[in-house]
């Protein structure tokens, strides 16, 4: 079946580097998903990775995939307080035309 | 550059009351879903919609109903409402699986 878990918060100090993890349980998952969550808004898509991939880096983002374990992380190198949000792992299928989300981790950045 | 546009944004029902949420994107997209936000839940799936003319189930669809329109709009319909129902609704949508565009939500209250 489809589940995707994730801590619920997170504090780093600016400056640091976040680490946000995600298991996930189907193994036929595809494609998988960052998404980032600002207050009182809707979702905003950050990257994403194809499953036959390892890793991705887009600027200060830094994707990982370790497939065997079922274990996606995101990584922001020097955290800034407008990176403070919750941050949502998803999963889709190839083919099906759904994500599943895990609960969103609440990144807050402090001085 | 409206994206996905959602109405109301704050709605507050009476119990057994029935009202829609209107979606609309216009961003040509075949697939939209609605999906409700709680805390710690992350986000779930109620009904999406791979095409015009279709719909299906997502993993939470009872006490709701959807409609496809035409391919831009997708409304969300509760015929009696609970207040189990109290959540955050987000319409979205996308050309293929994965890259969703979200909403900004609407915030229902169910006394």
């Known amino acids: 079946g489809e589940d995707v878990e994730q801590s619920l918060f997170l504090s780093v100090r600016e400056g640091d580097s976040s680490v946000i993890n995600c298991t996930y349980t189907?193994?036929?998952?595809?494609?998988l998903y960052w998404y980032k969550q600002e207050p009182g808004a809707g979702l905003q898509l950050l990257t994403y990775?194809?499953?036959?991939?390892d890793m991705k880096q887009d600027q200060r983002l830094t994707v990982l995939l370790n497939k065997k374990d079922k274990h996606l992380s995101l990584r922001i190198a020097d955290t800034q307080t407008g990176d403070s949000a919750i941050y949502f792992c998803?999963?889709?299928?190839?083919?099906?035309?759904?994500?599943?989300f895990g609960a969103g981790t609440r990144l807050a950045v402090h001085p | 550059n409206a994206g996905v546009t959602q109405t109301p944004k704050f709605q507050v029902l009476k119990t057994g009351q029935s009202m829609t949420l209107q979606c609309a994107q216009d961003?040509?997209?075949?697939?939209m879903y609605w999906y409700r936000q709680d805390p710690g839940m992350g986000l779930r799936l109620i009904y999406y919609?791979?095409?015009?003319?279709?719909?299906d189930k997502g993993e939470v669809p009872n006490g709701y109903n959807v409609s496809r329109l035409n391919k831009r709009e997708f409304s969300l319909r509760l015929e009696s409402a609970a207040p189990s129902q109290t959540s955050v609704y987000f319409c979205?949508?996308?050309?293929?699986?994965?890259?969703?565009?979200f909403g900004q939500g609407t915030r229902l209250t169910v006394v």
């Open positions: 998803a999963e889709s299928m190839s083919g099906y035309n759904k994500l599943i």
């Open positions: 979205a949508s996308s050309e293929q699986a994965g890259e969703a565009f």
């Open positions: 961003m040509n997209h075949n697939s």
């Open positions: 919609s791979a095409s015009e003319g279709t719909t």
């Open positions: 189907d193994s036929s998952s595809t494609y």
């Open positions: 990775i194809f499953s036959n991939m």
